[in-house]
């Protein structure tokens, strides 16, 4: 049977990290890292988003200041409380929870923080110094994916690598650290033929679609390093990932579970980028 790896506890270690590091420069007496949270509207998922993200800051003694808009507010509003954020020397990292409410763009929203403070890593500017190979903040959820291939004692070098899902949050850059990591890298989507052989000659499969137990066992070969990205909502209320994990857990040669697996990496990865933005590293 394959080792089932928790993002849950690898997550709470680097929090441990996290908090002993804050506690330091609190005993310093210097200045605590501060991520601004900002909420558009009332969307209950990101509501529910913003407020996990502010708990974990606290967890790690981090400040977190969360500013809640109204869904109506002008772009140029938005723009202007984005804008006093940079420049407040009190908010190391500040993250605008996506998708904004109809009729506001993302794109020029994102375009107006600090790259600097950009600890979500969507500023083109960041994008362009990932795939340019120079200093940036990563994507936080890739971040994640690659600490939890280190817990599983995986070096991508000379692996056989394949992404399952090309999007812009996390197939691509995924992509991308692998192939930094001197994997072999294959990135599959709607328009693979023959997905399941591709998918089954990987050392490594990341899947990431957003398809409910997709996976099954002919994508997994055997002793396959296996991460599952996935979050779907399932009709009886729980939730579960893009892979068929009681399929294929015996074939893996390990996977990561939903939940617990991916998604509180996610979080630390996005402490971590704003303990970056203050200057420290972990
Ligand atoms: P997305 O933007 O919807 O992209 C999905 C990708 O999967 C696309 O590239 C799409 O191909 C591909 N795809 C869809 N159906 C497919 C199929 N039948 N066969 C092959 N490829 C297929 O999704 P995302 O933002 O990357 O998220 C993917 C999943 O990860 C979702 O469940 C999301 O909730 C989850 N997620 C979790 C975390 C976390 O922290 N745990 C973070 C982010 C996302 P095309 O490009 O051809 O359309």
């Known amino acids: 049977m394959g080792t089932v790896i928790y993002g849950s506890e690898l997550s709470q270690e680097l929090r441990d990290q996290l908090r002993a590091r804050i506690d330091s420069l609190k005993e310093q007496g210097k200045r605590v890292p501060c991520l601004a949270v900002i909420l558009v509207g009332d969307n209950p998922a990101s509501i529910s988003y913003v407020r996990g993200k502010g708990k974990a800051c606290e967890s790690v003694g981090m400040k977190n200041r969360e500013i809640d808009l109204p869904a109506d507010i002008s772009m140029e509003e938005l723009k202007s409380v984005i804008q006093s954020l ?53 994507p936080c959820t890739p971040m994640g994916i690659m600490e939890l291939l280190k817990r599983m004692n995986c070096d991508p070098d000379g692996k056989t690598a394949v992404v399952l899902g090309r999007s812009k949050l996390v197939g691509t850059p995924v992509a991308r650290l692998l192939q930094n990591a001197n994997a072999t890298v294959t990135v599959c989507h709607s328009h693979t033929e023959h997905l399941a052989e591709v998918c089954a000659s990987a050392d490594i499969l990341i899947a990431a679609i957003g398809k409910p137990k997709f996976v099954t066992e002919e994508f997994v070969k055997e002793g396959a390093y296996v991460i599952d990205v996935g979050v779907n909502r399932l009709e009886d209320g729980h939730l579960c990932g893009d892979t068929d994990f009681e399929a294929i857990k015996e074939k893996a040669g390990y996977i990561t579970p939903v939940p617990k697996g991916v998604g509180p990496m996610t979080i630390t990865s996005l402490l971590i980028n704003t303990l970056k933005a203050y200057g420290e590293t972990l």
């Open 86 to 138: 940079n420049e407040d020397p009190e908010v190391d990292g500040i993250l605008l929870q996506l998708p904004l409410p109809g009729g506001l763009s993302d794109t020029e929203a994102i375009l107006t923080i600090d790259p600097r403070k950009d600890v979500d890593g969507l500023h083109p500017i960041n994008i362009g110094n990932f795939y340019l190979n120079e200093p940036c903040f990563v």
